[in-house]
């Protein structure tokens, strides 16, 4: 299956891309690394939102295992993904790529509110927009605030980078013999429970139609050999 050209997309990342080969925290190197790869993202005409998970300084539903109200510990793990935000604003604005910030829990001091007209504004002027925060409310991942976002912006796609070339019918790290999927629908990924991302995100796309493209991150130049049509991915879509 050919994979369509895309306009407009939502760039989810995880915190732990951030980390590079430490074990926790924010590397700059990898930042800058990764913010080299939207940069070119951005100068091949792309218009592009970021979310960024925040698994580097804190999880949420970790917290919670341990005992702490998991409300509260939601709540942590959405400051930390401001965090990862601004940090990835750095390293764009440092590679000339003007950049704006929205959170759903305000913190004018530091970055915009998460207003949807806006945020549009920002993106017709060639800005890259990074939303954070997640939703603003506890139990829902990153995930779900990406595809949420995704389609508040009508992205035409939202993209998930992630450490591994696309979808398996079981985890490629863990059996040789995994079988990659090239396209896939969203039913069979929610029926085969194939963890591309949280029910509640992988349903939010299916419902608005927006296409999940799984790929690489870690591999320089992946990105936008994959938004060219090129590259080693998966697309889920309403179609098999």
């Known amino acids: 299956m050919a994979r369509p050209r895309f306009h407009r997309i939502l760039l989810k990342l995880s915190g732990e891309a951030l980390m590079g080969p430490g074990q926790f925290g924010i590397d700059p190197a990898t930042v800058a690394s990764l913010a080299g790869e939207v940069q070119a993202a951005r100068a091949a005409g792309m218009e592009l939102c970021l979310v960024i998970g925040g698994g580097n300084i804190f999880r949420g539903m970790a917290g919670a295992a341990k005992g702490m109200d998991r409300a509260q510990a939601d709540y942590m793990g959405m400051l930390a993904t401001v965090m990862n935000a601004l940090a990835m604003q750095n ?3 440092q590679l000339g790529v003007e950049t704006r910030v929205q959170s759903a829990i305000k913190m004018d001091q530091v970055c915009e509110p998460v207003i949807r007209r806006r945020a549009e504004r920002h993106l017709a002027k060639g800005r890259v927009v990074i939303f954070a925060a997640g939703v603003g409310s506890p139990y829902f991942t990153t995930d779900t605030g990406a595809a949420l976002r995704a389609a508040e912006m ?7 980078g992630t450490s591994v070339d696309g979808v398996y019918d079981s985890d490629p790290k863990a059996n040789a013999s995994a079988k990659r999927y090239d396209s896939i629908g969203y039913d069979r990924v929610l029926g085969d429970d194939l963890r591309v991302m949280d029910a509640a995100a992988v349903a939010l796309c299916r419902d608005n139609d927006i ?3 799984v790929f690489n991150i870690r591999q320089p130049g992946n990105l936008a050999r994959v938004l060219a049509g090129d590259g080693t991915a998966t697309i889920v879509t309403n179609e098999e």
């Open 211 to 213: 296409p999940i493209v």
């Open 91 to 93: 390293a764009l604005e």
């Open 154 to 160: 009508r992205c035409d796609a939202l993209f998930k």
